[in-house]
C-alpha cells in the first residue's frame, strides 16, 4: 500500500470507522478527536493539503467540543453537546465525500 491513493483510501476509511464507532457508543470523544486528529496529519503528506486543511477546520470544532467535555470532569456529553458533535460530524463526513 505504497501509492499515495491508497494511502488516502485507507486514512478516510479509518475516519469513517470512528465516527461510526463514536455513533454507535463503542468510542468517547476524547478517542474520536484523537483517531481524526492522527489521521488528518497523515493526510497531509498523502493528499491536497487544502483538503487536510479543511478537515482539520472542521476538527477544531470538535476539539472544542472535546476540550470543554475533558475539563468538565463527566462520563458523558449533554444532549447540547451531542447535538454539536453530530452536526459537526455531518460536516466532516461531508468533507470527506469530496474525496
Do not use: C
Not at 31 to 54: C, Q
Request: charged share 25%; glycine share 4%.
Amino acid at each position: 500500500m505504497n501509492e499515495p491513493n491508497a494511502q488516502v483510501a485507507a486514512l478516510v476509511h479509518g475516519m469513517q470507522v470512528a465516527m461510526q464507532d463514536f455513533e454507535t457508543g463503542r468510542l468517547r470523544i476524547d478517542r474520536l478527536a484523537w483517531e481524526l486528529k492522527s489521521r488528518i496529519a497523515a493526510l497531509h503528506r498523502f493528499s491536497d493539503p487544502s483538503w487536510a486543511e479543511e478537515l482539520k477546520s472542521i476538527w477544531n470544532q470538535l476539539e472544542m467540543v472535546n476540550a470543554f467535555f475533558i475539563d468538565s470532569g463527566r462520563e458523558v456529553l449533554t444532549n447540547d453537546e451531542l447535538k454539536e458533535v453530530k452536526e459537526i460530524l455531518a460536516e466532516f463526513s461531508s468533507a470527506l465525500s469530496v474525496y
